[in-house]
């Protein structure tokens, strides 16, 4: 979970954590079905964004399967592309 004001971590003084910014990535997935999407008005990504709803609204509702398909394997590819080899994370222990 985050909230809007997520970002602020990566402000310098703007935070409790000291002076420096603090390094963060901000993912943020869809979640509407294809057809939802192809359904919105609009060529583009940001004009089709603007009429489809927003998971602050009541009537966003993701499509489960491939909304966390897509999440996991970017997450996970994303932390195995970061983190330590495996073998190199016993150093650490």
Known sequence: MFSEDFSEYGLPGRHHYGVEPVPYCYWL?????????DAAPGDTLMVKLSYLPSNHQSNFAPDPEPTLRVGVCALTSEA?????AAGAAKKFL
Not at 29 to 37: E, L, P, V
Not at 80 to 84: G, I, K, M
């Open 80 to 84: 195995l592309a970061y983190l330590p």
């Open 29 to 37: 997935f869809g979640g509407h079905s294809k057809a939802r999407y």
